[in-house]
């Protein structure tokens, strides 16, 4: 591995939102097992993809995170997945969306990249190509915690009191006892953040990946699909450019494809921490958004940034494994 001409790289993100003291631990060591075990893949000189798959699936698997089970709820009482994996030495993309009976997105998003001469698959579609191809499925109430029909049942009642409020104009309009409230729904509905979880990755061939999965937003109309899933939007991959995950408001993101913009910024040359900085910035100023990204370049240098009181994030390289809670401003 000394030899290898590229040093590998895995950073992960838990979420980008107002994540409170009590909670903090819980999010450190699921962002701390998911980079132990997707970096024991490029420690044996595993790929990137086979990195960022592995990473992700460690968090859809722990309930601390909206991705898999113990995602927030649909209006109607469900969970509805979606994940992309984005390859991107062959360029080529994975992605699935309102998937209610698989417990890993994330792996029926590589089935789609590696076994299917299409992209993205969505519903029912999805879940049976997924089956045809060797993945189980479950009943939708597996995914389901009580924690999250408690949470949904609080948005329906102060939606129904006219106290939902899902506009944003910037941290200060959020009330101090929000912020502290563990993933309530006025957090939830009120930043529009959350903690959609992703991986990017850089393997000793040079090559970079990366992945993101989500539950989606609490009390989402069935169908929703928000930007983790898209192509340029929750996440993309390439070479010649940067590999990025994003988190956080789904609607601003999508509509400024802001995955691409942060990559299509390094490969002109922007440092990656300084480019994520400014995806950020351009969310804000141009549509009011929030959240967050992580993004690495081909010679593995990096960048996270986010405009949410808090994100949840870890990087292993050759040097060793660092995890945090890094907070605004910090």
């Known amino acids: 591995m000394q030899n290898s001409r590229h040093q590998p790289t895995l950073l992960v993100h838990g979420g980008a939102w107002a994540i409170p003291e009590e909670a903090q ?5 699921g962002v701390r097992a998911a980079l132990e075990a997707g970096y024991a893949v490029l420690e044996r000189g595993g790929a990137a993809l086979d990195a960022v798959e592995t990473a992700v699936t460690v968090l859809e698997d722990d309930p601390t995170f909206d991705a898999g089970r113990g995602s927030f709820l649909t209006s109607d009482g469900r969970v509805q997945l979606d994940a992309l994996l984005m390859d991107g030495g062959r360029m080529k993309a994975g992605g699935v969306a309102c998937v209610e009976r698989l417990r ?3 792996q029926a998003a590589r089935l789609v990249l590696e076994k299917s001469p299409h992209v993205y698959f969505v519903g029912a579609g999805a879940e049976e190509f997924a089956r045809s191809h060797g993945m189980a499925l479950i009943e939708n109430s597996e995914l389901v915690l009580p924690r999250e029909r408690e949470r949904l049942a609080h948005a329906k009642a102060r939606e129904r009191a006219g106290l939902a409020d899902d506009t944003f104009s910037g941290p200060e309009a959020i009330p101090s006892h929000v912020l502290q409230d563990d993933k309530s729904p006025e957090t939830a509905v009120r930043m529009h953040s959350h903690d959609t979880v992703g991986a990017v990755a850089l393997d000793a061939e040079g090559n970079l990946a990366a992945a993101t999965s989500t539950g989606g937003t609490l009390n989402k109309t069935p169908g929703r699909v ?14 010649l450019a940067a590999a ?6 789904g609607e601003p993101i999508m509509k400024l494809v802001l995955g691409k913009w942060a990559t299509d910024r390094v490969a002109e040359g922007t440092a ?11 969310l804000y100023n141009r549509l009011g958004g929030h959240g967050g990204m992580i993004l690495l370049g081909p010679d593995g240098r990096f960048g996270l940034a986010h ?4 994100m949840a994030w870890g990087v292993a390289t050759p040097g060793g494994m660092r995890t945090g809670l ?4 910090c």
């Not at 890094?326 to 401003?329: D, E, N, S």
């Open 104 to 106: 890993n997105p994330i």
């Open 244 to 249: 990025v995950s994003l988190t956080g408001w």
């Open 272 to 282: 990656p921490e300084l480019a994520a900085q400014e995806a950020i910035a351009y």
């Open 25 to 29: 631990a819980a999010h450190e060591a």
């Open 326 to 329: 890094r907070m605004v401003g």
């Open 307 to 310: 405009n949410t009181p808090a």
């Open 226 to 239: 928000g930007d983790s899933s898209l192509i340029g939007c929750g996440c993309y991959a390439d070479n």
